[in-house]
């Protein structure tokens, strides 16, 4: 299906002309970035964890260590919310209150299935090494075996999910621009620097052209 079913809990309400169920628009957001926010609760209190996922076809990957709170927390089947923002830019208007941001966000309701399989858990560790640096999995030494059993990893079905995605100018009315100072929009742009050496690793390798030139999809 190109477009997930907006339900009651991800049908947006405010500003809901920059709601978006639309698959490949939710999926290039998650593909740009590889940071979330996860929220959960635990005790009754909320928290909002910050991490990395990959994503996999029609699911995402989660992975940390099996003594995490985060983890186990998921990893027993809790509800959560995972939310990705890329931020496009900062937009000055001639209102205090008419200033915003421009963005593309994801919003996913979930439940997480650990992966049990030493196999499966393998892939999804390659998948997010390469998800992250493209080729790299080769030139690294695989996990071992303790260090599978140390890892959860989540797989993260993505079945409920919603894109906000905002652009322009602000939407002040004209006669608020007259004696106003500077409007319009600074662009913001993700993007990697100059890598840089580890003093401890082969002095002699040249920093490789896809690393000089790190880019993550558009
Ligand atoms: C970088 C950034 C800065 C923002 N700054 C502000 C701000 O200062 N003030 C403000 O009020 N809002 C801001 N927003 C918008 C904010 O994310 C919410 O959309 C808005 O506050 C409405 O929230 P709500 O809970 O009333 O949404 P509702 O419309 O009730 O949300 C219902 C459902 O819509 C979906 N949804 C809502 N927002 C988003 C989203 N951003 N991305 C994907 N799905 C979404 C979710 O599935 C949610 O459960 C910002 C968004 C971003 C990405």
Redesign the pocket.
């Given at each position: 299906m190109s477009e997930f079913t907006a339900t009651d809990?991800?049908?947006?309400?405010?500003?809901p002309e920059r709601?978006t169920y639309d698959r490949d628009t939710i999926y290039s957001i998650l593909d740009e970035a590889f940071v979330c926010h996860l929220g959960f609760i635990v005790d009754g209190a909320p928290f909002v964890v910050p991490t990395n996922y990959v994503r996999v076809g029609d699911k995402l990957f989660l992975h940390g260590s099996t003594a995490s709170r985060l983890m186990r927390t998921l990893g027993s089947g809790a509800p959560f919310c995972l939310?990705v923002?890329l931020?496009d830019g900062i937009v000055l208007s001639p209102t205090a209150t008419g200033h915003s941001?421009n963005?593309r966000?994801?919003?996913v309701?979930a439940k997480a299935e650990q992966l049990i399989d030493p196999q499966e858990k393998l892939a999804a560790m390659r998948d997010f090494v390469e998800y992250v640096i493209r080729g790299r999995w080769a030139e690294v030494r695989p996990p071992t075996e303790q260090e599978l059993k140390a890892t959860m990893v989540l797989s993260v079905p993505l079945v409920e999910a919603?894109?906000?995605v905002r652009t322009g100018f602000a939407i002040d009315k004209g006669d608020e621009y007259a004696g106003a100072g500077w409007t319009g929009v600074i662009p913001f742009k993700w993007e990697a620097q100059t890598p840089v050496p580890d003093p401890r690793g082969n002095a002699e390798l040249a920093i490789p052209a896809n690393l000089l030139n790190y880019t993550r999809p558009q």
């Open positions: 809990r991800t049908k947006a309400r405010r500003h709601g939310s923002t931020l941001v963005y966000s994801v919003v309701m919603s894109a906000k």
